[in-house]
Nanobody, 122 residues
Framework: QVQLVESGGGLVQPGGPLRLSCVAS????????MAWYRQSPGKGRDFVAT???????NYADSVKGRFTISRDDTKNTVYLQMNSLKPEDTAVYYC????????????????WGQGTQVTVSS
């Protein structure tokens, strides 16, 4: 009932910037939080950043100071601005959203996007 679609991935040189977007659509009453995770070959899916309504943001130590997560609630969209990219940032980046589908917490669900590939290489 809710879809998350990531975009903005691609090939970027080390040190360069890239901005990812994730748009949520479907049966959405309220988005409590949105987050970014990433998974590289041979590794599990790791937390990158999150932004939660009424709480704020949090970042993995590996990206702190380089990445910025933000939201545009009018568009149900979360962004991940990535600066000073490193080869080790190469991964599939996944969008996550905690969504209320109605007026109560009983309608709360967690959703994932399909992922977008980010490759940092010369």
């Amino acid at each position: 009932q809710v879809q998350l679609v990531e975009s903005g991935g691609g090939l970027v040189q080390p040190g360069g910037p890239l901005r990812l977007s994730c748009v949520a659509s479907g049966s959405i009453f309220r988005i409590n939080a949105m987050a970014w995770y990433r998974q590289s070959p041979g590794k599990g899916r790791d937390f990158v950043a999150t932004i939660r309504s009424g709480v704020g943001t949090n970042y993995a130590d590996s990206v702190k100071g380089r990445f910025t997560i933000s939201r545009d609630d009018t568009k149900n969209t979360v962004y991940l601005q990535m600066n000073s990219l490193k080869p080790e940032d190469t991964a599939v980046y996944y969008c996550n959203a905690e969504v209320w589908g109605g007026f109560t917490i009983a309608t709360m669900r967690d959703y994932w996007g399909q992922g977008t590939q980010v490759t940092v290489s010369s």
